[in-house]
């Protein structure tokens, strides 16, 4: 009778460890902790084969920001009218590390770059260990794809900000000028987020969305 009445109590208390672990792990897990934004795509089609594809992020007071956007023709991207990313994810031999190539379409990413025409890509992104989440940047000029690595001792997650800022000396009325644009893309590869970078970069400032509903078709 002792024994079986060992085995038991040896059982719960096991059990009680899983729980407390795993509650442990879904409180510390930084990254994951509210789902302040819900991610969705949405397409608006038109008569003449033309498709508007829009990436939203919906926060729980139901405001609408978006992101991402394509613009195709016949189901074929148009760059010149598109910002978007491209994101691969893959793990690597370390734990809870992974690697990642990240690439930004947008009108410049052909750019012929020289003195007079200037493009930075900057790239910033959480990594989190078990304790704490930091901040890591890394920034191209002469390309528009990063290459990355970054540690989740929780999962996968990744949250992130694309920032492009192109620079274009120009004349206008014989005076020398600077043609400037800037491009802000939040980067995410789930759902629900709570990308840190969205209220730094004062995104929804300038990124408030609204549409008429019986246009579009949410993509599930």
């Known amino acids: 009778m002792k024994i079986y009445i060992s085995i038991f109590i040896l059982f719960i208390i ?47 007071e139901k405001d609408t920001l978006y992101n991402q956007y394509k613009y195709l023709k016949g189901n074929i991207i148009d760059t010149l009218e598109s910002i978007y990313y491209d994101l691969k994810i893959t793990k690597t031999n370390r734990k809870n590390s992974y690697k990642g190539v990240i690439t930004l379409h947008s009108l410049y990413e052909n750019l012929k770059l020289d003195k007079n025409n200037r493009r930075e890509l900057q790239f910033g992104y959480c990594v989190q260990n078990k304790d704490s989440v930091n901040l890591v940047y890394l920034s191209s000029k002469s390309k528009n794809t990063i290459e990355f690595e970054y540690e989740n001792y929780y999962n996968n997650k990744l949250q992130g900000i694309l920032y492009q800022q192109v620079e274009r000396d120009t004349i206008i009325d014989n005076e020398k000028m600077i043609n400037m644009s800037r491009i ?37």
């Not at 709570?194 to 599930?220: A, G, I, M």
Request: charged share 35%; net charge positive.
């Open 184 to 220: 802000y893309l939040l980067v995410d590869n789930d759902t629900l987020t709570d990308n840190l970078f969205l209220t730094s970069y004062e995104v929804p400032k300038t990124k408030k969305f609204t549409f008429e509903k019986s246009k579009f078709k949410l993509n599930k």
């Open 14 to 60: 096991s059990s009680c460890v899983e729980k407390t672990n795993e509650k442990n792990r879904k409180q510390f897990d930084r990254l994951s902790d509210e789902g302040l934004y819900k991610r969705q795509f949405l397409n608006l089609n038109f008569s003449d084969s033309i498709t508007e594809n829009y990436e939203i992020y919906i926060t729980k």
